[in-house]
DNA sequence: TTGACAACATACCAAGTAGTATGTTCCTAT
DNA sequence: ATAGGAACATACTACTTGGTATGTTGTCAA
């Protein structure tokens, strides 16, 4: 199948898209962050790009498949970023707050890719994906189930640690994952704002996080 | 203007809608819920009632203002259901926690027409509003900036009471209420299942909170 | 030089979709 | 009884949208 589109299912992490389909992916990602899946047309986004539907459709074969590239490449950016973090040697505690925060600062920092992430889990929950769609979808949902894997990990390890303090591990896991994912919703970074605004932004989020799972200690790591 | 559409920006709070236009309303917040809004025709909903378009357009002047509706009345629910609680007289941490849950419940048990309130202020996050709509949608977020400031006051007085400890109030009630609001997005209760687990739920996603907040104590009342 | 193919643009179509214009039926006030 | 309007259904239109079919141009290997 001439899709263009890369299989999910395997281990390996890829890399980014480079050149002629990353900017076709950069301005898919803005059109959905603005509008939403369903109120983008293909030629919203050929008009973002200066061209016209031609050039999107010899890459991708459909919308979906589109969007499912967008969302793809929005979780390879985040398995990038946090792997490292996971891999990391040190306090379990420690790892679980370098990982919130690496996470929050990609939320923000590739915000159009990271909301059509958000979107396509919600079109999973409300199972509103027409056949076709749905197995692709299904398939890239797996590879998101891997990325919050990873997280539902280390919280594990942090309770038996004695270190964080919560009941039910899927709730924790799913209220810590929207708290982090919030700014997605209420931050945009002003242009001119120091760096130092968003590193508040995401400490003062992941503080809260972190108490909130039971995390009784300091952050000023 | 015969919208029948009733003024938001006054200081009331509206009894439910009855009869005919709740089932339009109720079919419409199911629709929305399952599909998004833009997603979502005006015939799907006509689908669902088991009729044609001519119901919903004799009530409703246009898809944008039956959704207007549909998040109105949601926010209807949430006053009358908060705010016997903010008016009752008991210690601050203990009304916000009652708050809390309270808000929590209605997410779960008023899906629907949450899901449409979150999303229209998707919508005003992302402007992605044509003009026409965009005035109704102000107001209609105005009413919501209401609901939120009854948080936001009682989580400032808890902060001075000394009982809770963040820094940012906006970040701290943004962080708060997309936690609060997340059942909405992975709990769907199971129609057999006891009250209990449902409750048990609420519970777990408020003590989560309430930490986060920097709350010391018990959440046992 | 030339054939072939990638990378688009142009033109087009069938299927929806919001909204309207116009019936039709029933209920109710006079 | 009947006029009138509320509450719909039916039929229609103008427009959008995903997708396709078919050009056009540049590039590059043989």
Same mark, same amino acid.
């Given at each position: 199948?001439?899709?263009?589109?890369?299989?999910?299912?395997? &281990?390996?992490? =890829? @890399?980014?898209? *480079?050149?002629?389909?990353?900017?076709?992916?950069? %301005? /898919?990602?803005?059109?959905?962050?603005?509008?939403?899946?369903?109120?983008?047309?293909?030629?919203?986004?050929?008009?973002?790009?200066?061209?016209?539907?031609?050039?999107?459709?010899?890459?991708?074969?459909?919308? /979906? =498949?589109?969007?499912?590239? @967008?969302?793809?490449?929005? #979780?390879?950016?985040?398995?990038? *970023?946090?792997?490292?973090?996971?891999?990391?040697?040190?306090?379990?505690?420690?790892?679980? %707050?370098?990982?919130?925060? !690496?996470?929050?600062? $990609? #939320?923000?920092? !590739?915000?159009?890719?990271?909301?059509? @992430?958000? +979107?396509?889990? &919600?079109?999973?929950?409300?199972? /509103?994906?027409?056949?076709? $769609?749905?197995?692709?979808?299904? &398939?890239?949902? /797996?590879?998101?189930?891997?990325?919050?894997?990873?997280?539902? !990990?280390?919280?594990? +390890?942090?309770?038996?640690?004695?270190?964080?303090?919560? &009941?039910?591990?899927?709730?924790?896991? $799913?209220? #810590?994952?929207?708290?982090?994912?919030?700014?997605?919703?209420?931050?945009?970074?002003?242009?001119?704002?120091?760096? %130092?605004?968003? =590193?508040?932004?995401? =400490? $003062?989020?992941? *503080?809260?996080? #972190?108490?909130?799972?039971?995390?009784?200690?300091?952050?000023?790591?």
């Amino acid at each position: 199948m001439a899709t263009g589109f890369h299989d999910v299912s395997d &281990e390996t992490i =890829d @890399v980014p898209v *480079a050149g002629a389909r990353r900017e076709i992916l950069d %301005a /898919a990602a803005s059109c959905f962050f603005e509008r939403g899946y369903s109120a983008t047309s293909i030629d919203d986004v050929a008009r973002r790009l200066g061209s016209t539907k031609g050039r999107i459709y010899h890459h991708y074969a459909s919308k /979906a =498949d589109l969007f499912g590239d @967008v969302f793809k490449t929005g #979780m390879d950016m985040n398995f990038r *970023a946090i792997l490292p973090e996971f891999s990391a040697d040190c306090p379990t505690h420690e790892k679980l %707050a370098r990982m919130a925060r !690496t996470h929050t600062r $990609q #939320m923000i920092e !590739t915000k159009p890719y990271q909301r059509a @992430v958000w +979107e396509g889990v &919600e079109m999973h929950i409300r199972s /509103a994906a027409k056949p076709g $769609q749905r197995s692709t979808l299904t &398939e890239l949902l /797996a590879y998101r189930d891997r990325y919050s894997d990873l997280f539902k !990990t280390t919280l594990s +390890e942090c309770r038996e640690n004695g270190l964080l303090d919560f &009941e039910n591990l899927s709730i924790a896991n $799913q209220v #810590m994952f929207v708290a982090l994912n919030s700014p997605l919703f209420w931050y945009s970074p002003e242009p001119g704002k120091h760096r %130092a605004e968003l =590193d508040s932004v995401i =400490d $003062q989020v992941v *503080a809260i996080v #972190m108490r909130g799972l039971g995390y009784k200690g300091d952050l000023t790591s």
